[in-house]
Nanobody, 116 residues
Framework: EVQLVESGGGLVQNGGSLRLSCAAS????????IGWFRQAPGKEREGVSY????????NYADSVKGRFTISRDNAKNTVYLQMNSLKPEDTAVYYC?????????WGQGTQVTVSS
């Protein structure tokens, strides 16, 4: 059974930092690009960042470039998202999944709330 378990969210002030984790199981993790997605209230889910399966290359949405850093530990089947200089507009539920197509069911996500 495939599981994607996101954690690390919380309530932070404008300018604060959080580190999200995504623990994956049930599939060959290091075969896949993995991405972080987010969904704000009343908005569609959007891609935030992804990391390749092999050489660790990364990509970011313009809205988070320079503030967020994605990384992965294939030995632990885990992907991380370090989020610095958080803004109120980063408030959303954050999810991980394969990239670019989310091959698996979404996990429960982790709520990030940035207060102004």
């Amino acid at each position: 059974e495939v599981q994607l378990v996101e954690s690390g969210g919380g309530l932070v002030q404008n300018g604060g930092s959080l580190r999200l984790s995504c623990a994956a199981s049930g599939f060959t993790f290091d075969d896949y690009y993995i991405g972080w997605f987010r969904q704000a209230p009343g908005k569609e889910r959007e891609g935030v960042s992804y990391i390749s399966s092999s050489d660790g290359s990364t990509n970011y949405a313009d809205s988070v470039k320079g503030r967020f850093t994605i990384s992965r530990d294939n030995a632990k089947n885990t992907v991380y998202l370090q989020m610095n200089s958080l803004k109120p507009e980063d408030t959303a539920v954050y999810y991980c999944n394969t990239w670019p197509i989310h091959k698996y069911d979404w996990g429960q996500g982790t709520q990030v709330t940035v207060s102004s």
